[in-house]
């Protein structure tokens, strides 16, 4: 990744959180972190990995709120970004920190076991 497509999708994450946290003003996203942004080669789509903080269905009403806000999202985007073309935007969950958590317990459940074993 170019050092300027790098950049780029720094300032698309910290613009967007601040639109989604100052600007958009729809109840049910609730509390969302951004955890990154992948954006195409020629800067066209833009994909936004969001997490949600609390349960499975929590999740699905932020993700479909902000499906809903992504042309308001785009447009603030446009007005706080100097670049030619605003790309479309694209919001997924991020689920690496769960993953992350699920693989940390499992190995603390086999580390207990070959304490055990000892």
């Known amino acids: 990744m170019s050092v300027k497509h790098e950049k780029t999708s720094n300032q698309i994450m910290k613009n967007v959180s601040d639109i ?16 990154g942004v992948k954006v195409t080669n020629d800067y066209s789509y833009a994909t936004i990995y969001c997490s949600f903080l609390g349960k499975t269905e929590r999740k699905k009403a932020g993700l479909k709120a902000l499906q809903r806000a992504k042309g308001f999202i785009r447009s603030e985007l446009g007005k706080k970004m100097q ?3 605003i790309p479309e935007l694209i919001f997924e969950l991020d689920e690496s920190l769960e993953r992350g958590q699920r693989i940390e317990s499992i190995l603390n459940e086999i580390e207990k076991e070959n304490n055990l074993q000892k």
């Open 20 to 35: 989604i946290q100052y600007d958009l003003k729809d109840p049910s996203v609730g509390f969302v972190t951004i955890t």
């Open 83 to 85: 670049i030619r073309k």
